[in-house]
């Protein structure tokens, strides 16, 4: 009787070792997915941002050429 208790003890523990492994894997591609979509969004953002720097410059551009026209033909129109 010793000896199947024995091998019953064990076969309990390695199902909880193997369980454990199963659990652990698993927190681990969660996080991996939520690491994966954090940083999609932050991408996303990033680049958002990006693109509006990008058309702030070309508005500053077209503002000041369109000052330095109008400055230059007030000045012909005074001549």
Known sequence: ?????S???KRQKEQTRQQKQ???AERR????QEKAVAGSVDEMAELRANAA??????NLG???TST???SVS???VRD
């Not at 009787?1 to 208790?5: A, D, E, S, V, Y």
């Not at 591609?29 to 991996?32: E, F, V």
């Open 7 to 9: 091998t019953f003890t």
């Open 53 to 58: 720097e990008q058309a702030a410059l070309f």
């Open 68 to 70: 330095e026209l109008e």
């Open 29 to 32: 591609s969660q996080r991996k």
């Open 1 to 5: 009787m010793p000896r199947g208790r």
């Open 74 to 76: 007030s000045d012909h």
């Open 22 to 24: 199963r659990d652990k």
């Open 62 to 64: 077209n503002e000041d």
